[in-house]
Every structure is written in C-alpha cells, then in structure tokens.
C-alpha cells in the first residue's frame, strides 16, 4: 500500500514537472550546468573575447547542437575543444545549443580593412554564399550565422574547409572553398568579421 502510493507521488511529480515543462516552453531557456565549464574559454554567455574561441551566443541552435554531436562523435575534431564533447548526453548538446543560441552576441572589436571588406562582400556575391547562409550571414538552422564571428575563427575555418582539414559539411563548404584563394579569404574575413 505504502510503495503503491511512493509511486503514485512520483508519478504525480513527474506529470507535475512535464506540465511545467510546457508551461515554460516560451521563456528564456535556463542555464545547464555544462555552460560553466565551456564560458571558460567561449566567454561568459558564448560571448567570447578571444579568437581562437569562436562567439557562441546568437549561433543557431541547430548548428552548436549538430557541431556538438559531431565533436562528441569524431566528425569535427580540435584539440581543445574535442575533449569538451566526450561524456555529453543528446540532450545536453541540445540544452547547450539553446541556451547559447538565445544569449547576446558580443560587439565585434575587429579592425576592419574597408578595402579588404569590400572585396570580400563582391567574392561573397559571386560565389553566391548567402543562398545558403542568408543575406547578413545571420544564418539559418543548419546553417551557421558567420556575420561578426572573428576574423581567425573565420580564416581558419574556411581554410581547414579547403584542407579537408574539416570534412563534416557534407561536401557544401569543401567545395565552396576550393574555388578561394588564400586573398580571397583573407577578404571573406575582412568582410564577415565586420558585419
Ligand atoms: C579548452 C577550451 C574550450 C572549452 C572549455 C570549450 N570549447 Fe568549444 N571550442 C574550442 C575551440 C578552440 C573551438 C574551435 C575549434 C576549431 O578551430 O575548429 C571550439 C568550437 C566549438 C563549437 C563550434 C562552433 C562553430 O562556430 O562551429 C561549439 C558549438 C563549441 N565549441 C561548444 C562548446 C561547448 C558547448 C562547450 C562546453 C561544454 C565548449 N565548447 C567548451 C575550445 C573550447
Ligand atoms: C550550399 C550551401 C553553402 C554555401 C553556398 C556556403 N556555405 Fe558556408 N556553410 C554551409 C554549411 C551547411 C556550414 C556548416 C557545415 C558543418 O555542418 O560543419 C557552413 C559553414 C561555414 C563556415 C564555418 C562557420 C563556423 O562557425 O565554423 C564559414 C566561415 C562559412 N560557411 C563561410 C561561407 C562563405 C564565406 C561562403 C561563400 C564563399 C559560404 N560559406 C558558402 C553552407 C554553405
């Protein structure tokens, strides 16, 4: 009698929880207890300060979700931040993804070179990036937003991309990049940083 009733309190607690779950579902996700550990190097909130951390707040959370479970499943490596991937459940890389998502992007501090910048929105029209990573490179699911993310980040990325240094695009930026020359990039970077 007494096991009965532990079992109808919990299964009272957990329709309780699923209901407030729903109840919650339009305010700001809450913080997982995970995001301590990678603010230490992407910045309080993802905001990150320093260029090799790439900003995660205002990223997608489709795409931090999807690079995570590539991180975590060996598709995308880095020496630093693969070992932040291992031990993580789906839904903690999905709780991760939204709660970086939804904080606010930093202000870009980059020096940009007009000239360069110019030069790196004409190459960005020809080779008709924005198709998929909309107009602004603000980005969409999938798709990162790239518009004020720094200037190494980006270099480093579309080079790694060239390399077959990164291969999990399934093929979209490897081929995109082969047709960018190291100026070309240098420009997209001038270009994107800036935005
Ligand atoms: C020790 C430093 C470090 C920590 C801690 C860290 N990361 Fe990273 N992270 C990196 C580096 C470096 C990169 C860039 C790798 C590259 O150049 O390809 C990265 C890349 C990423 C990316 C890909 C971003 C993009 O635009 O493609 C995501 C998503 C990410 N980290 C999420 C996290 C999350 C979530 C945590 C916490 C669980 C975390 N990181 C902890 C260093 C770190
Ligand atoms: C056919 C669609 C498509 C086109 C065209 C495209 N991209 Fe991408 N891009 C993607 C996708 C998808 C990803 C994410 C790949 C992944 O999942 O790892 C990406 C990733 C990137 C990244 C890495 C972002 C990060 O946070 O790590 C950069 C930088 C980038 N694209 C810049 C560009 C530039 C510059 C152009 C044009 C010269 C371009 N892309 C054209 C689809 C596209």
């Known amino acids: 009698m007494r096991r009965w009733m532990m079992q109808g309190a919990l299964a009272g607690a957990l329709f309780m929880s699923a209901w ?25 909130g993802g905001a990150s300060t320093q260029p090799q951390y790439p900003v ?25 931040m693969s070992p932040m991937s291992t031990d993580m459940t789906r839904d903690e890389m999905r709780e991760l993804g939204a709660w970086f998502a939804a904080q606010k992007p930093p202000v ?8 360069k910048a110019k030069r790196g929105q004409a190459k ?19 798709v990162p937003k790239v518009a004020g993310q720094f ?14 240094k990164r291969t999990n695009d399934a093929g979209t930026m490897s081929s995109v990049s082969g047709t960018l020359n190291d100026a070309d990039i240098d420009a997209l970077g001038h270009f994107l940083a800036g935005l």
């Open 56 to 80: 995660l707040a205002g990223q997608t959370a489709r795409y931090l979700y999807l690079q995570l479970k590539d991180f975590n499943e060996g598709r995308r490596s880095d020496p630093l």
């Open 151 to 164: 200037y190494e980040y980006i270099v480093k990325q579309l080079t790694d991309f060239r390399e077959h």
């Open 20 to 44: 407030g779950l729903a109840a919650a579902q339009d305010a700001p996700p809450a913080k997982p207890a995970k995001a301590v550990v990678c603010e230490s190097c992407h910045g309080p």
């Open 108 to 115: 870009s501090s980059f020096k940009v070179d007009a000239e």
């Open 124 to 142: 960005a029209e020809e080779t008709l990036c924005t198709m998929c990573h909309l107009g602004g490179f603000a980005g969409q699911n999938e």
